[in-house]
């Protein structure tokens, strides 16, 4: 069934335009003027040109998407295979299948609605022709990860996004942006060198890097030692990227100092980038390698949720480097590792869960993090002391939509359900409930009550983030003093809307004389309601993404035999 008839062909070049317009936009960006488009200024026009860019992908995404087969998800379709470098049978191998179909699409979105926000709030920093090209840059990178179908290619990918948001936190972001960049290269490099050993290893001893030759043949090519090492050099190299516990620690100084555009897009799509090469390559490639090391990844997947949900609800509940946006990166180290349990439980069940997890996941720190990058422009700061104390009757009360859309996007992460990161959760516990074959059924069911306690956890966290930031309540042991509880900007002073917001008198009269912030903008409402529409979405007809999954892993885990 497709929703639009294409032809293959068409289908081909939209593949194929989806992966290159973005680098062929970031070099038409740097020209002294992008062509076609006009802007009051040169800035407005370079900021034109990256909507238009990300737009035009995104319209083709959703075509590609309609004219997807959804009667053979599991088949690689829009295929286009073209030798490269013939000696050592690497060649330009692009396709989709209901596996990477999602992930494409959620690229597309998430860029163009970063690209949208950019126009109207452009982050503070260098030229926004750098911006532009940047980001069209990391966008191509990203979606050929998920297109491509060739060991090399799918590493030249995983690559070439990392020098594009390297620069992003090191040119736009906030304090300690330095370091935090030169920290996030080093472990994703360092990681990446150890991966790219794992997949030379693979296609020497197999004689092909094509992925769908090697998962059809299933590791049947490969002796057990081989498979061993291959999915211990590669795993190394995507769990940095995941990132799975305890290579996690890039993680929460990136996100802090990174502009929000760029915390969105490393939430968003970086971050899949890990998980989705556990299912491309090593599920299917190198099955009795994964089956030697699922229980010790399934064991470092539930410490990273417990410890990841640990950490947010001690941000939380004492504010200790308490910025919002540091929060919300360790809860993605909690989530994150759902993802990786749902993998390392190599059954359908479980792996259906981590790729439903990594989409909700997507869509729901997306949004929370367009959200904290809004919170921090109102009030000068996302310290969770500072916002508890000085705003009264908090968001709720000066600004509602805005509130209401934060609690919307907490509800939804601690996983309620009705929303989509509700079966992610569910499906990666089922999973280890009953394990693949070969897999110790006592350990991975004491996996999944140690994760299905970290989602009590998540909805502590959660609802506690909630109760400070929308109602203004304070933490047991706040470190601030009543004086220094009020907003302020970077350079002291109060930001625009706070003026006279030090009531005095009783809880009513706070309230009554507790000024208004400026609620959410046109512009903020366009690039924030497609992440909460395809939340509920989601979470509703979880069936629309299942579809599409499920018969792919199935075949997947078969080894490519229906």
Not at 521 to 532: K, S
Request: with cysteine; aromatic share 8%; hydrophobic share 55%.
């Amino acid at each position: 069934m497709t929703v639009i008839d294409i032809s293959p062909s068409v289908m081909q070049f939209l593949l194929a335009f989806i992966v290159v317009a973005p680098l062929l936009g970031a070099l038409a960006a740097l020209l002294p003027a992008p062509p076609g488009l006009k802007g009051k200024n040169p800035d407005q026009a370079v900021l034109r040109h990256g909507v238009t860019v990300t737009g035009a992908v995104l319209v083709a995404a959703i075509v590609l998407a309609a004219g997807f087969d959804h009667d053979h998800p599991a088949t690689m379709q829009a295929t286009t295979d073209i030798s490269w470098i013939p000696a050592l049978d690497v060649r330009i191998h692009l396709g989709i299948d209901g596996i990477s179909l999602p992930l494409l699409v959620l690229t597309a979105l998430l860029t163009f609605l970063c690209a949208l926000y950019s126009y109207f709030k452009l982050p503070a920093g260098p030229s926004p022709k750098a911006l532009v090209a940047l980001v069209l840059v990391l966008e191509s990178g990203t979606l050929a990860t998920f297109a491509v179908l060739d060991l090399l290619l799918f590493f030249l990918a995983f690559e070439m996004v990392l020098i594009p948001m390297y620069f992003l936190i090191a040119r736009w972001g906030g304090d300690q942006r330095q370091a935090a960049a030169w920290k996030f290269i080093l472990y994703t490099l360092l990681g990446s060198v150890v991966m790219l050993l794992g997949l030379l290893l693979i296609g020497l001893k197999s004689g092909t890097f094509d992925m769908v030759a090697l998962a059809t043949d299933n590791g049947r090519g490969l002796t057990t030692s081989v498979q061993v090492i291959a999915v211990l050099a590669i795993g190394l190299g995507l769990a940095v990227k995941t990132p799975m516990w305890p290579l996690h620690s890039w993680l929460p100084d990136a996100h802090t100092a990174a502009p929000t555009v760029g915390s969105v897009l490393l939430a968003g799509v970086l971050l899949k980038m890990g998980t989705y090469g556990f299912v491309r390559i090593l599920l299917p490639v190198a099955p009795d390698g994964m089956r030697t090391f699922a229980p010790y990844l399934a064991a470092f997947a539930v410490v990273g949720i417990v410890y990841g949900s640990l950490a947010c609800l001690a941000l939380a509940r004492t504010g200790a480097k308490g910025d919002l946006k540091r929060l919300i990166a360790y809860s993605s180290v909690g989530h994150m590792g759902f993802v990786l349990l749902g993998i390392a439980t190599m059954t359908p069940t479980g792996v259906n869960g981590a790729l439903f997890a990594n989409i909700a996941h997507g869509l729901i720190t997306g949004l929370l993090f367009f959200l904290v990058g809004a919170i921090k422009d109102r009030y000068g700061t996302a310290d969770l002391d500072t916002l508890a104390g000085a705003t009264g009757a908090a968001l709720y009360g000066r600004a509602p939509r805005l509130g209401a859309l934060l609690a919307f996007a907490a509800v939804a992460s601690l996983g309620l359900p009705g929303l989509a990161g509700f079966w992610g959760e569910m499906l990666t516990l089922f999973g280890a409930y009953s394990p693949a074959e070969g897999l110790s059924r006592p350990a991975f069911r004491t996996f999944m009550a140690i994760g299905a306690f970290g989602t009590l956890l998540t909805a502590a966290y959660m609802l506690i983030v909630v109760r400070r930031v929308c109602m203004g309540e304070h933490a047991p042991h706040s470190r601030l003093s009543p004086e220094e509880q009020a907003p302020q900007t970077p350079d002291g002073s109060e930001p625009s809307g706070a003026a006279g917001s030090r009531p005095s008198g009783s809880a009513g009269s706070r309230t009554a004389t507790t000024p208004q912030l400026a609620d959410i903008h046109p512009y903020e409402a366009a690039a924030w309601t497609p992440l909460a529409a395809l939340t509920v979405v989601a979470g509703l007809w979880p069936a629309v993404l299942l579809g599409l999954t499920d018969p792919a892993v199935q075949q997947l885990l078969a080894g490519g035999k229906s």
